[in-house]
């Protein structure tokens, strides 16, 4: 990613590129199952984040290669979209 402080346009980001997603849930283990059902055969890490102080929320951290900004937004409204996924960062 290149960023220039100076003008007020959109960081350029170079493909193929790694990038990560934050998925926030209720569930830990339904956030685990969400993140192998979107990210299918494509390789990936994962690992858990922090839970809320409540322990009513929960994170996971995930990232792979992505080609596009197309499948970058994919993968990321596939995130979204889940029914066990409160939130995605």
């Given at each position: 990613m290149i960023l220039d402080k100076n003008t007020q346009e959109k960081p350029k980001i170079e493909y193929p590129t790694n990038w990560g997603f934050k998925i926030i849930g209720r569930d830990k283990e339904s956030l685990k199952a969400c993140i192998k059902e979107v990210m299918g055969e494509k390789e990936h890490l994962c690992s858990i984040g922090n839970s809320s102080r409540t322990g009513k929320?929960?994170?996971?951290?995930?990232?792979c290669i992505v080609e596009s900004q197309e499948e970058r937004d994919r993968l990321f409204k596939c995130f979204q979209d889940h029914d066990d996924v409160d939130m995605v960062i």
């Open positions: 929320f929960h994170t996971y951290n995930t990232s």
